[in-house]
């Protein structure tokens, strides 16, 4: 009974940046994980970063130094933004949601609700 949308995804340069809007809708609850996951043709579905209702994040050891997540609970909203883009970075991202949850998990196992994702493409 949650929605996600993703937008903000494009077509961009190497070095470039993006910032990703995920927007929930419907039973959501502020005690709860939004999280980005990430998958290439081919690969697995990848873990990028999460932030949970009070505000803690962790990323995923590719992305770390060049990724952020914020949230703003009262929108039902969170971002996510890259830095210095590498063509290994394209890939669909997903925006994810683990109700009830105050513990982040690197687990596609664990979120609830999933949004279409929104296409990266990073030319060299």
Known sequence: QVRLVESGGGLVQAGGSLRLTCVASGQTVTRSIMAWFRQAPGKEREFVAAVSGSGNTDY???????????????????????????????????????????????SVERYDYWGQGTQVTVSS
């Not at 995923?60 to 130094?65: A, L």
């Not at 590498?86 to 949850?101: I, Q, S, V």
């Open 60 to 106: 995923g050891d590719s992305v770390k130094d060049r990724v952020s997540i914020s949230r703003h609970n009262a929108k039902n909203t969170a971002w996510l933004e890259i830095d210095n883009l590498k063509p290994e970075d394209t890939a669909m991202y997903y925006c994810a949601f683990d109700a009830f949850a105050a513990r982040i998990s690197y």
